[in-house]
């Protein structure tokens, strides 16, 4: 069965600093990769998504994400954190030949940005 | 703002209630889904509709019973819960045609159950 990894659980980071979520997937297939973001007491919203091509992609709000295929990794990335990026950010991989109806969620990234 | 809409947001009910959570979406996609999130959890898939039929079941207890009327409206009909299933219910829509998995949520209904 398929499962997503987040390494970190919990990220304390002052304003300006770079950022960088690890997430690795465990399946040998094809995937589509996304990651979501979620504000306090706001939805679960797409941040970033990655289905082929061009292994670095970029999205909302200056995030980025590089899919590294050997390494089954598709790790998120800033390089200066705003305060307002205080949220949790969650890795998800969905297998297209299940009808890409299975979205697997990684357990998700607290993210703390001092001012 | 979200085009998948939850009501209500917030629910309390005991264990021997019947209540309702409904999801509406205005974005013309034929798939829609039913997720379960614990505190400090990820989501966990619990049903997928696709063209208004039932597709995936993850194996959830039938106390919970899906519907979906239309391609917009999706419900969740809940009877004789227990208080582990305090949580919040995530409803989100996809394109079922080429589907990547790209999911649009709701902002949840959070359930206690007493």
């Known amino acids: 069965a398929q499962s997503v990894s987040q390494h970190n659980h919990h990220v304390i980071l002052s304003e300006a600093a770079s950022l960088e979520l690890g997430c690795n997937y465990s399946?040998?297939?094809?995937?589509?990769l996304f990651w979501y973001v979620q504000y306090p007491g706001q939805h679960l919203q797409l941040l970033l998504k990655y289905f082929s091509g061009d292994p670095l992609v970029k999205g909302i709000k200056g995030f980025e994400a590089e899919f590294i295929k050997s390494k089954f990794s598709f790790n998120l990335r800033k390089p200066s954190v705003q305060w307002s990026d205080t949220a949790e950010y969650f890795c998800?991989?969905?297998?297209?030949?299940?009808?890409?109806?299975?979205?697997?969620f990684g357990a998700g990234t607290r993210l703390f940005v001092k001012a | 703002d979200t085009e998948v809409t939850q009501t209500p947001k917030h629910l309390v009910m005991g264990m021997t209630n019947k209540k309702s959570l409904k999801c509406e979406q205005h974005m013309g996609h034929r798939a829609m889904y039913w997720y379960k999130q614990k505190a400090k959890k990820p989501p966990e898939l619990m049903f997928v509709y696709s063209y208004e039929k039932l597709s995936i079941n993850e194996s959830v207890p039938s106390r919970f019973s899906p519907e979906c009327p239309n391609s917009s409206l999706l419900n969740l009909h809940l009877h004789a819960l227990q208080p582990e299933d305090s949580a919040l219910y995530l409803c989100?829509?996809?394109?079922?045609?080429?589907?990547?998995?790209?999911?649009?949520f709701g902002e949840g209904s959070r359930l206690t159950v007493l």
């Open positions: 399946y040998g297939g094809t995937v589509n």
């Open positions: 998800a991989v969905n297998t297209p030949n299940t009808g890409g109806f299975k979205t697997i």
């Open positions: 989100a829509s996809g394109p079922a045609v080429k589907n990547t998995g790209e999911l649009f």
